[in-house]
């Protein structure tokens, strides 16, 4: 949920509103000219996702084979910045790239990403032609879609609904 909060504006130009967000509250909507993202929107999809826990749902259906130093991302981790990278229109692994040091993509992929980078343009595509094409996760992909379905006419009604007014 966001939430706005009056702070100092860094710039020294009086007084302006941030907004927070629940599921990290260290991160702070404000204009700060430098740190530029078109993607800030993904912030509201990926709240939602926090609150009704959908990727997450993934790391126990997800069959992880790398090892060793190709373990840098999560299963769920991969699995958001795919995701989401998807739902703000980029339609390959081309740009991830980019999109891993992005302020809006680390904090929407969340874990090791936070305080470092995303996922590389090789990694995801790692993630997405070598990890989610195998047989088991494939199969756990089917299973996954039927889970979120659930898990989200479960919550219609419950608490994160009741909290938006709803």
């Known amino acids: 949920m966001l ?13 302006k509103q941030a907004l927070l967000v629940t599921f990290d509250p260290r991160l702070k909507l404000e204009f700060h000219g430098s740190k530029v993202t078109c993607d800030a929107g993904l912030l509201a999809y990926r709240e939602m996702d926090a609150a009704l826990g959908l990727t997450d749902l993934g790391e126990d259906l997800l069959s992880d084979w790398r090892t060793g130093k190709n373990t840098q991302h999560s299963m769920v981790a991969l699995m958001r910045q795919s995701i989401f990278s998807r739902l703000a229109g980029y339609e ?8 891993s040091v992005d302020p809006t993509v680390r904090q929407v992929v969340g874990g090791r990403a936070t305080e470092h980078t995303a996922a590389s343009t090789s990694q995801m595509g790692r993630f997405e032609t070598e990890v989610l094409t195998q047989r088991r996760n494939l199969t756990a992909l089917r299973k996954l879609s039927g889970k979120w379905r659930w898990r989200s006419r479960e919550s219609c009604s419950g608490p994160f609904w009741k909290g938006l007014g709803g």
């Open 3 to 15: 939430k706005q909060r009056k702070m100092e504006n860094p710039t020294g130009g009086g007084k």
């Open 92 to 99: 390959d692994t081309n740009d991830a790239e980019r999109l």
